[in-house]
């Protein structure tokens, strides 16, 4: 089974420019979740996605956010972008996102923020 | 809030030796699950060990095993028998039944050959 991939792999933007990073989980997954890891704040859960619905939500500004579409793929879009915005943005996959359930984590993407 | 603490950012063992990780955790629930990630440099996040909460036998998944102490909101990661393999950050996890996710900042382990 593939595992849970995430594109682009790198990423290079300017400030105040918008961005755009999609997660393709594992076939059969439909819960997606987002984390920002930086070295300052480690992770940091963004948000997570179910049948297409946002379920839970992190502390980030609304600059911050994602959508799901009916694949289960799911995408993550951070506007006007900030130099703090740099950082390793993970996803993860479970079946139904159930608490007792275990994440399987993308690659990452790496955005840097110029 | 919930929040999890790793105090040792950086550690080191001899290959063939034990090393111990530590972890703490805040909450003021009573169910919830406890996670020990891998993060070898430049590649993805992989599950070590898990805990439930409610379960009072330790964890353990071959060379790696896990303290749990529930009263103190202790949950430690033993990695017996260290091999170059294991270098990597380990960030310990907390899940809510709420479904959110606490990590944290990572124990950068370096395995000595």
């Known amino acids: 089974k593939a595992g849970v991939t995430q594109t682009p792999r790198y990423l290079i933007k300017t400030r105040g420019q918008q961005v755009t990073l999609s997660c393709s989980p594992i076939?059969?997954?439909?819960?997606v979740s987002w984390y920002q890891q930086t070295p300052g704040q480690g992770l940091q859960f963004l948000f997570e996605?179910?049948?297409?619905?946002?379920?839970n939500k992190g502390n980030f500004p609304g600059r911050f956010s994602g959508r799901q579409f009916s694949n289960s793929r799911s995408e993550m879009n951070v506007s006007t972008l900030e130099l703090g915005d740099s950082a390793l943005y993970l996803c993860?996959?479970?079946?139904?996102?159930?608490?007792?359930?275990?994440?399987?984590f993308g690659p990452g993407t790496r955005l840097l923020v110029l | 809030a919930q929040t999890v603490t790793q105090s040792q950012p950086e550690m080191s063992v001899q290959e063939a030796e034990t090393v111990t990780l530590s972890c703490t955790y805040d909450?003021?629930?009573?169910?919830?699950?406890l996670f020990w990630y891998k993060q070898p440099p430049s590649r993805q996040m992989i599950l070590v060990i898990r805990?439930?909460?409610?379960?009072?036998q330790n964890a353990t998944e071959n060379r790696f095993s896990v303290n749990f102490q529930k009263a103190a909101k202790s949950f430690s990661l033993k990695i017996s028998d260290s091999q170059l393999g294991d270098a990597a950050m380990y960030f310990c996890?907390?899940?809510?039944?709420?479904?959110?996710?606490?990590f944290g900042t990572g124990t950068s382990l370096t395995v000595i050959p």
């Open positions: 993860a996959s479970s079946r139904v996102g159930g608490w007792l359930e275990t994440q399987y």
């Open positions: 076939s059969g997954h439909r819960s």
């Open positions: 996605y179910f049948s297409e619905t946002q379920r």
């Open positions: 909450t003021s629930e009573s169910d919830y699950y």
């Open positions: 805990q439930e909460a409610y379960k009072q």
């Open positions: 996890a907390y899940r809510t039944t709420g479904n959110q996710f606490y």
